[in-house]
């Protein structure tokens, strides 16, 4: 059983597109986080949220609580946005994280 | 500039070793985690540890042993009586401060091959 699951599992798309990652997880959360990891293998932290909606530059990362789900949005995709982006949600019994499987994006000039 | 250190990057050791990977932070953060990443998986907890002499299990500690003597400090023993030990190793850390959430801190990495 996953605790939480992302779709799609690998996307490709065109310099440009406006791309969408979905994050649904199945328990009661603190916070939820979304991760990038290059292809070296370092995960660096984009997003922290627990209600809302948050914006980094190009990515915008929302939360629906209600339906326990996060999505994370990154406009004009660049190519330098290839990577592996990763959800995590931290329990709120506990001091423990959940991870998702990651999605593989390649972006193409 | 703060951060965590795992070192090596690359570990290549002969079955039937014990291997120890090392993880630093100066963040001075109480929890730090250990987990192990395979292709196609999401990251499994090995153990964790909030705060110094006392860390607990993860969901696949078998053949694993850590220790934590120092607040900056939580290495990670793969024995040998870890059955399929060649994968991605990450440290993490996180404050845990009253209720406030605070983002996870991650290493590079340590990518460990037995033969």
């Known amino acids: 059983k996953n605790e939480v699951e992302q779709s799609p599992q690998n996307l490709t798309a065109q310099e440009g597109e406006f791309i969408t990652i979905n994050c649904s997880y199945s328990v009661g959360i603190s916070a939820l986080h979304w991760l990038q990891q290059h292809p070296g293998g370092g995960i660096v932290s984009l997003f922290m949220?627990?209600?809302g909606k948050k914006k980094h530059g190009r990515l915008i990362a929302t939360i629906n609580i209600q339906e326990k789900h996060s999505s994370l949005h990154i406009t004009a995709s660049h190519p330098r946005d290839s990577a592996v982006y990763i959800c995590a949600v931290k329990e709120n019994t506990g001091n423990q994280f959940y991870f998702g499987t990651g999605t593989s994006l390649t972006v193409i000039p | 500039d703060g951060g965590i250190t795992q070192s090596p990057k690359y570990l290549f050791r002969k079955e039937g070793q014990n291997v120890t990977l090392s993880c630093e932070q100066n963040?001075?953060?109480?929890?730090m985690y250990w987990y192990r990443q395979d292709p196609g998986q999401g990251l499994r907890l090995i153990y964790y540890?909030?705060?110094?002499?006392?860390?607990q299990k993860g969901d696949i500690a078998e053949g694993y042993s850590v220790s934590r003597e120092k607040k900056e400090s939580f290495p990670l023993t793969v024995t040998s009586a870890q059955k399929n030990p060649t994968a991605f190793y990450l440290c993490a850390s996180t404050s845990m401060r009253g209720s406030y959430n605070s983002p996870l801190h991650f290493g590079n990495g340590t990518r460990l091959t037995v033969t």
């Open positions: 949220l627990s209600s």
């Open positions: 540890s909030q705060i110094v002499n006392d860390f």
């Open positions: 963040l001075n953060h109480d929890a």
